[in-house]
């Protein structure tokens, strides 16, 4: 055997070598992208089903939303017709109502002194002398003195 005919079988025995591995890697990358392609199609096959349900329920709220929507339009409108109400009773009744019982108390009051009896000996000067309500200086202190 001479050096080129040597030569030759190593380059062969190298090609071969890397003819060999590179066949291993392509099976393994077969491999895997058959792996790859089939956790695709399990994804897709569980993702439709999901996307459809999301899709339903989100119709399902929006329809729900726009029940919400008009029950609040009219919970909005219920509340200004009260609140127009409210200032309309206020304002037709309020002030009379005020006046009649100021009117009550008054005639109460008025009916409570007539019925109490005056001390004997007392003159009356527009307030009689021992009257149940105090006077505006009884509660005061004098200044100065301490």
């Keep these: 055997m001479s050096g080129?005919?040597?030569?030759?079988?190593?380059?062969?025995?190298?090609?071969?070598i890397l003819v060999s591995f590179i066949a291993l890697v392509l099976v393994r990358l077969a491999q895997?992208?058959?792996?790859?392609?089939?956790?695709?199609?399990?994804?897709?096959?569980?993702a439709v089903p999901l996307?459809?349900?999301?899709?339903?329920?989100v119709r399902s709220a929006h329809t729900?939303?726009?029940?919400?929507?008009?029950?609040?339009?009219?919970?909005?409108e219920v509340t200004a017709n009260a609140s127009a109400l409210s200032s309309t009773v206020s304002s037709a009744f309020g002030g009379p109502?005020?006046?009649?019982?100021?009117?009550?108390?008054g005639v109460r009051r008025a009916m409570g002194r007539k019925a109490a009896p005056e001390p004997k000996g007392s003159v009356f000067v527009g307030k009689a002398v021992g009257s149940p309500l105090p006077s505006a200086r009884a509660g005061?202190?004098?200044?100065?003195?301490?």
């Design 4 to 16: 080129g005919e040597v030569a030759g079988i190593l380059v062969a025995v190298f090609w071969a």
């Design 32 to 46: 895997t992208l058959k792996a790859a392609t089939k956790l695709v199609a399990d994804v897709t096959e569980q």
């Design 51 to 57: 996307l459809a349900d999301a899709s339903a329920t």
């Design 64 to 76: 729900q939303l726009a029940r919400v929507d008009s029950i609040a339009a009219d919970v909005q």
């Design 97 to 105: 109502l005020v006046k009649v019982a100021a009117f009550g108390y």
């Design 140 to 146: 005061r202190r004098t200044r100065g003195k301490g």
